[in-house]
């Protein structure tokens, strides 16, 4: 009953679907390009689109713009604030673990529309400019799979920062900040040892580079964590960002 009525206040809210589209388009637009670039004096044309490779270039292309389902996160929690909605819901008689269930269920439907878009992108230029790999493709979908669960730990981390702020803009500008300066500036000053722990990079090491392994015979090893021992520590950071943002509810006035 409760998530219904955090669906009836979503869907017809114009900026979900605007960020949702800005998500799509500017992925798809990326991806379109990407065949025309230039490496090394040579285009890369049909080849980037090949299966199964193209599922692990497509979740790191996605993994930059997963910023934008974490801002849009941070908005429709602080406008719960903003308008004093959860408090209402708690004279109303709802739970706060159940209000922020219902922000977990939330950011669960934009993972699973993250992954539904890239699975679209990756099927339409797979099957059209690289029909004779279809058969492969489906050996690369784990990749798909990682992409879902580093949206959820990156959700769970705009949460946290919104329910910490409360302020729209300044959660977003704190939020952005964390991934974009704060957290690769505390890397510079880190032992590679250490710093390939910090939740961001955690989240990052789920979709790799493609060709890191290649790259790592010139420049030597990655120090960064495989997926597959990433995957662990990404799923903790997640539930802990959630059981922080559930203790940060609780212990403040709404």
């Not at 980037?48 to 599922?55: K, N, R, T």
């Not at 099927?123 to 493709?137: D, E, I, K, M, P």
């Amino acid at each position: 009953m409760l998530f219904r009525a955090e669906l009836r206040k979503i869907l017809p809210y114009r900026t979900v679907w605007i960020i949702l589209l800005a998500y799509a388009v500017l992925l798809l637009l990326f991806v379109s390009a990407g065949g025309s670039l230039n490496v090394n004096g040579q285009q890369l044309g049909d080849s980037l689109y090949v299966f199964p490779g193209l599922w692990e270039k497509l979740t790191f292309v996605a993994s930059y713009f997963t910023m934008l389902l974490g801002i849009l996160l941070v908005i429709l929690i602080t406008d719960e604030f903003q308008f004093r909605t959860f408090r209402q819901q708690v004279i109303d008689g709802s739970s706060v673990a159940g209000l922020l269930q219902n922000k977990l269920a939330v950011s669960g439907l934009l993972a699973g529309f993250a992954v539904l878009v890239v699975l679209g992108i990756g099927t339409y230029f797979g099957l059209t400019r690289a029909a004779g790999t279809v058969a492969q493709a489906t050996a690369g979908l784990p990749a798909v799979l990682l992409y879902g669960v580093q949206v959820l730990g990156v959700l769970a981390l705009a949460a946290l920062v919104a329910v910490l702020v409360r302020r729209s803009g300044a959660a977003i500008l704190l939020f952005l900040l964390y991934l974009w300066v704060a957290e690769p500036l505390l890397r510079l000053s880190l032992p590679d040892e250490l710093d390939r722990y910090l939740p961001a990079k955690i989240f990052n090491s789920l979709t790799p580079m493609p060709g890191q392994e290649l790259m790592a015979t010139v420049t030597g090893p990655s120090m960064a964590l495989l997926p597959s021992q990433a995957l662990p520590l990404a799923l903790a950071y997640t539930a802990l960002f959630w059981a922080l943002s559930y203790v940060l509810l609780r212990s403040r006035d709404l």
